[in-house]
Every structure is written in C-alpha cells, then in structure tokens.
C-alpha cells in the first residue's frame, strides 16, 4: 500500500537559516517549498560565546515563518536540527527555549559528527547509481565536516574552521592580507593532516564539495561535469586572487553576490584551496545538497519501514524530542541509544511473550535512551533525579500516560522495582499501566545490564523462549582490554514478572 506524508526539515546554521518541505508518496520526495533566512547565528557565538538579543530576535521571527510554511502544507513530520553557532553559545537555551514556547518548534543541537553523517548521507544519494566521490568536504559557518572514505569504511572528523568563525574569530572584513592567508591555510593543513594521518588507503583526486559558498563558488567559475557543477581546483587558484584582493562591497558588486556571501566567501575560497591541496584533489563536484536534504531521507525512510506511518511519525518524533531534550541539559545519550536498540530488539522479539500494545515500545524507547539522564544532576540516585527531570520538563509529544510511564521506568531502572508505597507517580497510574509498565522496566532492566560497562560491545541480540526460559544469544564485539563477558545482568526482575528463567549464550565476535 502506497505511505505517504509531508515532510519539513529545518537547518539551522551558523551563516544562515533554511527550510525545505516536501511531499513523501510511494518513495518518491517532491519539494513543495523552500526558503533561505539570511540570519547569522554565528554572529557573536564563536568570539564572546553568546547569541546577542538581536540575532535571537531575528532567528525567532525566521521560524516563526517557518512554522507558517509547515502549516499552510499541513507538514506530518519535521525534524530541525542546529549546528556549530549553537553548540558553542552558552545562551542556546534562551533561543530553544523561544523557539519552542514562540514558533511552536523544537530544534536539537546536533553534534559535528551527526553532521557529517547527515552531510554523507545527502551526497551518495545525490550521486544515485553512480558512486560517490571518496572524499566529502563540508563547509559551513561554524565548522568544516570531512568524510574520507577507506577501504573499511567511512571516517569522518568536524573541524572548527567555519568561514564565520574565521572571520569574526581574525577580524576579516575587508581585503584578505598575505598573512591572513597564510594564518587560515596553516589551520586547516594542521587540521587535515592530523586527521588524514593513517587514514587515507586510496589517492583521489575528486571530492563533493557542500555549502553555499561550494554552490557559489562553482557557479560564478565552474563548469559542469556529467550534469552536475563543478570546479577544477586549478582554476580556483587562478581566481583567488581577485576574491580576496578586494573587500565585501566590491565583491558584492564584482560577483553579483549577496552581503552575506561576500563577507565570508573569501575564507571559504582559501578553505577549500588548502583543503584541496592537503587532500591531493584536483576537482570539486557540487551536488548542491546539504543537511536538511538528509533529514528528509531519514523521515522518508522512516515512513517507508512503517506498518503504520502515522503511528511510527508519532513515535520518531518523540524519540527526536527525547533527543533534543538530552541535547539541551548536555547530557550524552550514546549509552542510552546502545541501551534502547538492545531495549527496541527485547520488545519486539519477544512480542508474544509480553503481549504489549505495540505504542508502548516507543515508550520503553523514550526510557532507554533517557534512563541515566539524571547524571547531568549527581550521578548518585541518577535514577529519582531522571524520573524528576522527564516528569517536570518538556518533551513534545511525550503526553500523559506515557510521560508518567518513562517517568517510573526511568526511576526503577536500578534499585527498587516499581512499587505503589515506594513510587506516587506509578501508584497513579491504572491497575493496566501499572501491570505493563512492571513489564517493560524488567525488560529495560536486562538491556541496560547488558551495557553495564558502557562499552556498547553487544553487536547483536537475539532473543527466544520456549513454555519455561527465556534464552539470549549474544554477540559481543571484541575489546582489547575484555577478554570475559560482562557479567551484570539485572534479569532478577525479567524472572519475577514472566516466571521465566533468563539463559545466556554469551560469543565474542
């Protein structure tokens, strides 16, 4: 049966705002509309570590509009995502918090490598059938994201040479001195260096470049390649002189360019030149794709694998939110993401065991990843202070009764088991949710002990049952410093609840 949905993706980044929807039907996604707000939120944030209030004000009133665009196309699902600018404010608070109570939007504050994930993403499927090029260079406002593909796999680093950086960072605002140029090329050579070192088993001599100054640059003295846009790095040496021999106002004038892109493409000329240079790369393809076109894959994608679109949006959204709520106390879920796969893998498994309503999987994920959030507080009683947290803070979507059953799971992940004289806010709950949520915290419980020691070494989980045990085979990946199984699992109360015995057949990889 053909799914279908429209789909909004935001990406807040360091030199400007954009937004794009577009409409998910039968795996094809056609773009409705989309728009570009000229807002810097790097402005500030990379040299004082603050949003001003005017650039705050200005940001709210950009998502403001975009709030109406997702309206007036009745937007199912949306993921917005913030780069660099907001992961180095320390006021990035004050702007989600108006962004969420004004503009109706919850963003998440990504890290650099979930930007060069997202970035990946978009490229290889920009280049379709054909292969991508094997090295990807990204270049934004706050920070330059490399993907190098190896014959093993991807590697990726996020740099913080953003052409806003440096130019507020150095006080770059007219012509580009000798000197300055000099200063830039070194960072980035050292930069580069330091990652490609051991890395490269392959030369290449093409990378996707991604960026508006990429798409800038390759239009104003590139030529296209098979379609798509591209810049021999030869040319651009020829040209950088007469780009970074005059201020922005004449660039504004000699290039046809907006303010905005005559400020910075300067730099961005010298980082992707030294970037080129460093890598052995003698031309740049642009496919003229970026972050939000990979948010738009992972919602596609999404509501491709559903049974039921609206429900799994429902729930990919939560799980956003869950994120987005961690990212903005700082507390890292790489643990809890570890724990709500092996959570995810146990429910599903062994669904005609437990017999739960399939909604309330989302809801044991939404505890897992969250469950040591309390951390962020004293990681002593970690448990009471995560149940607090989600009880009393904002996770859209997460409503009544499910806030108070990842609220209980959280606080009885350790210790007590949900108990009605222990725990008011399970005692609350109704003689059904109290019996389901006693399932699903013996099922968390067994996940996390699991990854007791924080290593994320179970690769794979399989769970079977007969009329009397519950057996778990386990894979674990190898570990130079492990050479046993981890030991604590906290399938005590997993026994209790289905009176079923709990097996292990524990293989290293």
Known sequence: MPKSAILGAIDAGSNALRVIVSRYDDGKLTKLAGERQAVRLGHGAFTRGILDDQTIDAAVAAFRRFRELFDEHEVDLYRAVATSALRTAHNSDVLLHRLYHEADLEVEVISGEEEARLVRKAVTHAFGDKPAPRVILDLGGGSFEVNLRRKAGWAAASMPIGTVRLVETFDLTGAIEPYQEQMIRRAVRAMIDNFVEGKRDTDVSEAAACGGNAEALAELFGKPKGGMPALKVSVLEDVLPSILDIAPDARMKAFDVRRDRAEVMAVAAIVFDEAAQALGLTRLLVPGVGIRDAVLLDLAETIADAESPAATARGYAMLTAARTFAARVRHDTTHGEHVRELARALFDQLAELHELPAHLGIVLEVAALLHDIGVVVNGRGHHRHGAYMVSSGRITGLDSP???????????????????????????????????????????????????????????????????????????????????APTHRKHDLFEDIFEMDVAYDVREK
């Open 402 to 484: 499910d806030r108070e059953m990842v609220s209980v799971l959280i606080r009885t992940h350790r210790k007590s088991a949900p108990d009605e004289s222990k725990h008011p806010t399970y005692a609350s709950l109704s003689k059904t949710q109290r019996e389901q949520v006693q399932q699903l915290a013996a099922i968390l419980r067994i996940a996390d002990g699991l990854d007791t020691d924080h290593r994320q070494r179970v690769s794979k989980l399989v769970a079977t049952h007969d009329d009397e045990t519950v057996k778990l085979a386990i894979e674990l990946r190898s570990h130079p410093d492990e050479t046993v």
